[in-house]
C-alpha cells in the first residue's frame, strides 16, 4: 500500500468496524472479544485472565508546550507522570481533554487506545510504548470501544504502527519504576 493510499485510507477510518477492516487489509490477524465496557485497568481484571497476551493500559496526555502524547504501558506497569517528561524530553504532562482525544485519537475517555492512532492523520499526538508490550509476542488493545479488547501479534502491531505512519518512542517502565 502506497503512503498516499495509507493516508487516504487512514483519513476515512473512525470505527471498530473500518480499523478492523485496516488491519486486515495489513495481512495483521487480529481476534476480537466482545465485553461490557470497562473503563479502568482494575475494572477488567476477570476479562483479562481469560484473553491470552499483554493487556495494556493507555493515558492520552498533554504536555506544558500543547504537545499530545498518548502513552501505551502494560496494564500492570507503574507510570510516574512527575518523572515521566524528563524521560520523554517533553514538557510537564498532565491529562488530555476529552474533547481533544476526541477530535485526534476519534475516542472518548475509558476507550482510549493505541488503535487510536489511526485516526490521529495529523500527526499531532506523540507514541510512547512501554517496552514489555514492544516485545510481546500477543498484544491487546480496544478497537476504539471499551465494549470489546482485540488482540494482535506483536509483529501485527508494528505493522499496524508502521502503515499509519508512527514510531514509538518505547520506554521501560519497569526499569524507570525500581529507579524512583
Known amino acids: 500500500m502506497a503512503k498516499t493510499d495509507r493516508v487516504r485510507y487512514a483519513d476515512a477510518v473512525k470505527s471498530r ?4 477492516e485496516f488491519l486486515a487489509g495489513l495481512g495483521v490477524e487480529a481476534v476480537t472479544h466482545e465485553h461490557p465496557a470497562v473503563f479502568t485497568v482494575g475494572e477488567g481484571e476477570d476479562l483479562k485472565a481469560a484473553i491470552p497476551g499483554a493487556h495494556s493500559k493507555n493515558l492520552f496526555l498533554k504536555d506544558a508546550r500543547d504537545q499530545l502524547w498518548l502513552v501505551s504501558a502494560e496494564g500492570h506497569a507503574t507510570i510516574d507522570l512527575k518523572r515521566l ?30 488503535f487510536g ?50 514510531t514509538p518512542l518505547v520506554v521501560d517502565f519497569v526499569t524507570m519504576a525500581v529507579m524512583a
Open 17 to 20: 468496524d473500518d480499523l478492523l
Open 85 to 114: 517528561h524528563t524521560v520523554i524530553g517533553s514538557a510537564r504532562l498532565s491529562f488530555g481533554r476529552a474533547e481533544l482525544m476526541l477530535e485526534t485519537l476519534g475516542v472518548t475517555p475509558g476507550s482510549v487506545t493505541a
Open 117 to 166: 492512532l489511526i485516526n490521529d492523520t495529523g500527526h499531532r499526538v506523540r507514541f510512547v510504548l512501554d517496552r514489555t508490550l514492544a516485545e510481546a509476542e500477543q498484544v491487546n488493545f480496544h478497537p476504539l470501544t471499551n465494549t470489546a479488547t482485540t488482540t494482535v501479534s506483536g509483529d501485527g502491531f508494528r505493522r499496524f504502527l508502521a502503515a499509519v505512519g508512527v
